[in-house]
């Protein structure tokens, strides 16, 4: 799947989407399929090449659960959607970018979200579209990468700790958006740490590297909260039990990952005004300095001024200029400017100008 929307490039580095340019057969040997079967006392895992390997796994009554990691090639979707009566706009979705949403379909539930992570030291959020296909007794989840989503959700099904063992498909969807939500906090702290740090920095440098930084920041939680903002939507249409797939036993959960997901935007705004914030402070700061830098020149300006006034008197080429013959002149003439360079700075001091 091209990285179009979200994929950002650092500044000073070639920021055009670059196309995907892996082989059909290069992507096939990318993906990794696992499959889970699982029941209140059951549990069954398995790693498998194609869709084929995952067929023995569907002929059973306990809850199936497929997880691709990685690019799916287009044999593979297929065999899904023959396999699950799956319509191809859906197959079609889930092999392009998409922006998160909901969206029923005759037998399955297709949902888009978007899973986070951030590198501070780029002051950059990866940013990878998952996919998830829920049917009544099924979940299949697409992933570009294989990471820790899948892994801890598969941790709390083999611990038996939660419901998630003992309760449908439903429950298995509300988790795996749990987990992203949970880790848009994680998010969200990494990028608070950079805020406060980019503060401290601005006390004692306006080096330009800190406005590069600012701006990668502010655009970056821009793109997270492009991100973010559409997903409330999906949890609220859930929420609101409009969809054959989700019972009622999860709505208080999909309530409370609601608020969570409104805490995060919350939070994400509260973010991009202190960025602001923050540039503002820079511009002072920067404002400051070059105010300063005039008060000195404009200081010096001014104490340089009588003296020009003086060596320029005795430059002029007059015969009868009393002083050009005086023997005194010349240190007598630097004692006067140096007079008047201490009378003008005391005056300053004075007025608290310097």
Same mark, same amino acid.
């Given at each position: 799947?091209?990285?179009?929307?979200?994929?950002?490039?650092?500044?000073?580095? *070639?920021?055009?989407?670059?196309?995907?340019?892996?082989?059909?057969?290069?992507?096939?040997?990318?993906?990794?399929?696992?499959?889970?079967?699982?029941?209140?006392?059951?549990?069954?895992?398995?790693?498998?090449?194609?869709?084929?390997?995952?067929?023995?796994?569907?002929?059973?009554?306990?809850?199936?659960?497929?997880?691709?990691?990685?690019?799916? /090639?287009?044999?593979?979707? *297929?065999?899904?959607?023959?396999?699950?009566?799956?319509?191809?706009?859906?197959?079609?979705?889930? /092999?392009?970018?998409?922006?998160?949403?909901?969206?029923?379909?005759?037998?399955?539930?297709?949902?888009?979200?978007?899973?986070?992570?951030?590198?501070?030291?780029?002051?950059?959020?990866?940013?990878?579209?998952?996919?998830?296909?829920?049917?009544?007794?099924?979940?299949?989840?697409?992933?570009?990468?294989?990471?820790?989503? /899948?892994?801890?959700?598969?941790?709390?099904?083999? /611990?038996?700790? #939660?419901? !998630?063992? #003992?309760?449908?498909?439903?429950?298995?969807?509300?988790?795996?958006?749990?987990?992203?939500?949970?880790?848009?906090?994680?998010?969200?702290?990494?990028?608070?740490?950079?805020?406060?740090? !980019?503060?401290?920095?601005?006390?004692?440098?306006?080096?330009?590297?800190?406005?590069?930084?600012?701006?990668?920041?502010?655009?970056?939680?821009?793109?997270?909260?492009?991100?973010?903002?559409?997903?409330?939507?999906?949890?609220?249409?859930?929420?609101?039990?409009?969809?054959?797939?989700?019972?009622?036993?999860?709505?208080?959960?999909?309530?409370?990952?609601?608020?969570?997901?409104?805490?995060?935007?919350?939070?994400? *705004?509260?973010?991009?005004?202190?960025?602001?914030?923050?540039?503002?402070?820079?511009?002072?700061?920067?404002?400051?300095?070059?105010?300063?830098?005039?008060? !000195?020149?404009?200081?010096?300006?001014?104490?340089?001024?009588?003296?020009?006034?003086?060596?320029?008197?005795?430059?002029?080429?007059?015969?009868?200029?009393? *002083?050009?013959?005086?023997?005194?002149?010349?240190?007598?003439?630097?004692?006067?400017?140096?007079?008047?360079?201490?009378?003008?700075?005391?005056?300053?001091?004075?007025?608290?100008?310097?």
């Amino acid at each position: 799947m091209p990285r179009v929307f979200f994929k950002k490039k650092l500044l000073g580095m *070639e920021s055009i989407p670059q196309a995907d340019t892996h082989s059909e057969e290069e992507k096939k040997e990318e993906v990794t399929i696992t499959i889970v079967n699982y029941d209140v006392d059951f549990y069954e895992e398995a790693q498998v090449t194609d869709f084929e390997g995952c067929l023995p796994y569907l002929s059973t009554d306990h809850f199936t659960w497929i997880n691709v990691d990685g690019h799916p /090639s287009h044999h593979l979707l *297929e065999q899904m959607q023959v396999h699950f009566k799956i319509h191809p706009l859906l197959i079609e979705d889930i /092999s392009t970018e998409q922006r998160p949403k909901i969206e029923p379909y005759e037998s399955v539930l297709y949902i888009v979200t978007r899973s986070l992570y951030y590198n501070a030291d780029k002051i950059l959020i990866d940013n990878e579209q998952v996919s998830l296909v829920v049917g009544q007794r099924f979940v299949i989840s697409f992933q570009e990468r294989e990471h820790h989503i /899948s892994t801890y959700i598969k941790e709390r099904i083999r /611990s038996r700790k #939660n419901k !998630l063992h #003992n309760l449908g498909s439903d429950y298995l969807l509300y988790t795996f958006l749990d987990v992203i939500v949970d880790n848009y906090f994680v998010v969200l702290e990494k990028i608070g740490e950079t805020l406060d740090t !980019l503060e401290e920095d601005l006390i004692t440098t306006t080096d330009s590297a800190i406005l590069r930084n600012i701006h990668l920041l502010k655009r970056e939680t821009i793109i997270m909260r492009k991100s973010i903002w559409p997903l409330r939507e999906v949890i609220s249409k859930l929420h609101r039990g409009d969809f054959e797939q989700v019972s009622s036993h999860i709505t208080l959960y999909l309530r409370d990952l609601y608020d969570h997901t409104i805490q995060v935007v919350d939070t994400i *705004e509260t973010f991009r005004d202190m960025i602001s914030g923050i540039l503002d402070l820079y511009l002072s700061n920067i404002g400051h300095k070059t105010n300063e830098i005039m008060k !000195l020149l404009a200081l010096a300006a001014t104490i340089f001024a009588p003296l020009t006034f003086l060596t320029g008197l005795w430059g002029m080429n007059f015969r009868n200029m009393p *002083e050009l013959n005086w023997i005194w002149g010349y240190p007598a003439a630097l004692v006067l400017m140096v007079i008047t360079i201490g009378m003008m700075i005391r005056y300053f001091r004075k007025k608290k100008w310097i």
